[in-house]
């Protein structure tokens, strides 16, 4: 090929390339308008047609028409040689040299000669660019136009075809599931102003409906959207601080290691607070101080002091886990000095924590991980602040049980069983708010059932028959008059209606604990892992793992050639987890008198 002709059909190419992207402006453009026209057909009828293959076929189609296009309509090679001329400003240069290259002529040798001589230092580029098409303007608003009609609501024109009768009864049903969950989260309401008033707003909306709700999905809508709004504010209640702290000091209290063997009351309550419940608790130490009062006096003094000996070896062990080393860490971590995070974990002040968010603020930090780390750490403040005022109470008693004074005895008891009681309900409040979480979603789900939402109404998109075309119909899913309904047999279906009484029932609040029942499933969550303190449960796992390996490996157990491997593993692990020297030496003492433990059992056998 000579070099007129490769240039020449460099330059046909660039040119059929080019036209080719008006055509695909325009061939989608029309696909979009009829796209825009089928979507906006859907929406006023309802007819649920598969949208995303209607767009995908078009789009296909609007690509394929604009090949065939582009190659109907592209230009021949003088054409394009003439172009070439036109845009290098070459006087028909090119396009004589191609015409004249068959010719004998002299002349014609001349011109084909010096056409090639152009060709060769011509660049097609440079003159023939690629414009932008003239069509996208239009195509860009009609994407746009059908992109926007999928926004629409479905089934506009259809509405809902029910009797005005029909209407009135589907909205007291509405009425009657609201005005239930908002009688029953009363007792929550009562020490959070916010969720009093937006019950008041959701009872004052179910007594008298808005005269602009006319239709009974308008009215179930508004009522949903209040529901929410309540399910809101429970839930940042459940995130209050009084409740990360009562979380924070039951996690604490797994911390206490009770003597199973012993039958003590003692014992027992040890393992009643190791366990959590309050409720048991409270109970020991009424029998403690029962059994202090009937051992008040010179005649049982042994056990008076076996009980003294009892109760401050628990307050001793109630300290020492107020006394958190992990806490103390984090908080001089944080940027306090040693002095002021022993302060804090004593008696922490409104003073203290801001003192504590202006430490965080001048490492860096913006203001909602200030926010979230002075939450945290404040709340475990707090519990270690409960935990050492429960210390003092039981040494208190302990103290006076020595001395034989049932009276400042009982007091010492009767201060800590005046803070468990406080736990006690804080935890049953805690499970009311969990209580009332899952009853507004039960009322959410009732509201938009689909069941309740047709009722006994035919529906408007398939007219009651269930089908469109060959498929179920999509509004109602296929169910078409089926379904419960209100006049379903001789049944009303679904909650009855409230009718006045002669009697009625008033709610109390009581010290009550529910009891988790058995796990019947499990499921995992797949979401991010939040960043956090690792316990001290999870070091010690860590650091027992990590010397197994490491005796694997001194034994010869592991190849050779994996022992670096485990190595680089456990040394990465230990140092993501924040394990420290002086968790390890923790360990080994505990492990140490773990063993002469068992050694001194031996012996006495």
Known sequence: MSPIEAQVQRARRRITTDRWFNHVCRTTTVAAGMFAAVVLVDRLYAFDWPLGIVAAGLGGLSLIVSVIWAIATRIDT???????????????????GLYCKESKDPFAGAVVSDAETISRNLTVGQHLRYRFPQAFSGMAVTVVLACGLMLLPAGMLVGEETPDGQDVENIQRTTTIVKKHAQQLKSVARTNPELAKKLDELEASANL?????????????????????????????????????????????????????????????????????????????EKLKKQLEENAGEKNQEQLKNLEMQLDKLADQIKKLSENQNLKQDLQKAGLSKEDAEKMMKNMTAQDMQKLKEALQKKGLNQKEVEKQSKQLQSKCKACNQGGALSDALKQAAKAAGAGQAGKGGKGLGDAGQMLSEMEMLEQEMNDIEAGISQLQDSKNQLSDANQKQGNQKCGSCKGSGRQGNKPCGSCNGRGNGGMGPNMQNGRGGIAPEQATLTGFQKHRQKVKNHKGSIIGQFLVDG???????????????????RDAADAVNRKRIPRKYQDAVRKFYSDLQRKAGVTDEDKAAAEESEDGGASDTESDGGDE
Do not use: C, H
Request: no cysteine; aromatic share 4%; glycine share 4%.
């Open 78 to 96: 003088y054409g394009a040689a003439a172009a070439l001329d036109n845009a290098a400003n070459l006087r028909e240069r090119i396009s004589s």
């Open 209 to 285: 409906p808005d005269p602009n709700l006319k239709k009974p999905m308008d009215f179930r809508r508004n009522a949903i959207k209040k529901l929410d709004a309540i399910q809101d504010v429970l839930k940042e209640e459940q995130k209050s601080e009084r409740f990360e702290q009562a979380k924070e000091f039951k996690r604490m209290m797994r911390g206490l290691n009770p003597d199973k063997s012993d039958e003590s009351e003692t014992s027992k309550l040890s393992n009643s607070l190791a366990k959590g419940d309050f409720k048991a608790a409270l109970k020991q130490l």
């Open 528 to 546: 991010p892992q939040e960043k956090g303190e690792v316990s001290s449960e999870v070091k010690e796992v860590i650091i027992s793992a990590e």
